[in-house]
Structures are given as structure tokens and as C-alpha cells.
């Protein structure tokens, strides 16, 4: 079990409590590939955030790779999000002054583990598995949005997670390119046995993953 949840609840806190989550309780299994359906405002993005460990006021408990992190100090969750989470999202946030190379390695750098020189030898082999390793050397503003979006993609996966967290990475993309995107992620789970987690509005992607996960009014329907 890569991911679990217990009676996640989520109140947004002011002059009228607002209930954002209610009772959210499911798994995902090594390999699974999910997605998270739903209108805009029906929880998906208030939940992916607790699941990232990001945001961690809310009730219920959250396992990760067997483990109960919920109530972690946010430096032992920050250490959780870097080697064991790869998130990719609509925007790509690539560092423009930087190289291709140089911003796929970045969570590596930061998690410090390895010598430079195996750092970057990584991260060429992320881009060599998303086809984007010609790139390696040029500036992240120089390349299409399909490409950046390749990129951010390498960069999730740099440290090897459990499993990958995506918040609409298809949205700011053409039907081409989310096309190309859906299958990185299918071959990633395929030949990697990779888990994913995918918030999306587009029902074509949604409905070639293993299961979709349906919310409405902050519950799973």
C-alpha cells in the first residue's frame, strides 16, 4: 500500500466554518494508476494538497508507503515530499535561467544523497526516458510546452517516489501533448510499476487510468 487515507476532514476556518472535506477514506496500491474527477470546487486540488503533505490542518489520518505521517514536524515531512513524492502540475515551473539538466536535478541537489557527478548522470537518464535528453543543455525557455512539460515530468521523478502527484498536468496543454503526457505516465506505470495520482477535468485522460475517484461536494460519490 503506497498511499492510504482514514476519515480525511478539511474545515476552511472563519465567520461561517466551511466543510471543504468530509470522511475521505481510500487506497492506492503499488502500480495503481488513479485519477480524481469532479467539478471545480468539489474538493480535488483541497485534497491533493493534504495527500502531498503540504497542507497538514485537517483531520483523519494519511499513511504514505506503509507509514502513518500524519502530525510529522514539517522538516521530516518536507524530507517525506522530496524523496518519496514526484508532483507535477499544469504549470511547469521551470527555472527559465537554468539548463534542462540543471532543473531536473534540482530535488536531487537539494536532497543531497549522492556525488554531483551521479546526480547528473540521473538526471540525463530521466530525460533519455522522456525522449527529451537533446535538450539537455539549453536554457528552460527556449523549449515548446510540451517539452517543458516533459522536463517537469524528469524532474519528478530525479529522487525515484513512490508515487507521482499530478494536478491538471495536461491543462495547459494541445490534444497532442496531453496525448504524449497520458502515455509517459502509462509507460511509467507500466515498465516502472510506478503509482500515480492525477487530478484532472479531462475525462478522455481520466478514463484510461485504472479507476477514477469521483468527488462532489467534498466527498468521494
Do not use: W
Request: glycine share 6%.
Amino acid at each position: 500500500m503506497i498511499l492510504k487515507t482514514e476519515n480525511i476532514n478539511k474545515y476552511f476556518k472563519g465567520a461561517n466554518n466551511f466543510h471543504a472535506l468530509k470522511d475521505i477514506s481510500f487506497e492506492i496500491d503499488q502500480g495503481d494508476f488513479v485519477s480524481i474527477m469532479g467539478k471545480s470546487g468539489c474538493g480535488k486540488s483541497t485534497l491533493l494538497y493534504i495527500l502531498s503533505t503540504m497542507d497538514t490542518d485537517y483531520e483523519g489520518k494519511l499513511y504514505l508507503n506503509d507509514e502513518l505521517i500524519t502530525n510529522k514536524t514539517p522538516q521530516e515531512l518536507a524530507l517525506i515530499r522530496n524523496e518519496q513524492i514526484g508532483f507535477v502540475f499544469q504549470f511547469h515551473y521551470l527555472l527559465p535561467e537554468f539548463s534542462v539538466l540543471d532543473n531536473v536535478i534540482l530535488p536531487a541537489r537539494k536532497l543531497g544523497r549522492k556525488p554531483m557527478s551521479e546526480i547528473r548522470k540521473d538526471g540525463y537518464e530521466k530525460l533519455e526516458l522522456l525522449g527529451i535528453a537533446s535538450q539537455a543543455d539549453k536554457k528552460a525557455n527556449a523549449l515548446s510546452g510540451g517539452q517543458k512539460q516533459r522536463v517537469a515530468i524528469a524532474r519528478a521523478l530525479i529522487n525515484n517516489p513512490k508515487i507521482i502527484m499530478g494536478d491538471e498536468p495536461t491543462g495547459n496543454l494541445d490534444t497532442k501533448n496531453s496525448e504524449n503526457v497520458f502515455n509517459i505516465f502509462k509507460e511509467l506505470n507500466e515498465k516502472e510499476n510506478l503509482s500515480l495520482l492525477i487530478v484532472t477535468h479531462d475525462s478522455d485522460f481520466a478514463d484510461r487510468t485504472h479507476r477514477i475517484i469521483r468527488m462532489e461536494d467534498g466527498r468521494i460519490i
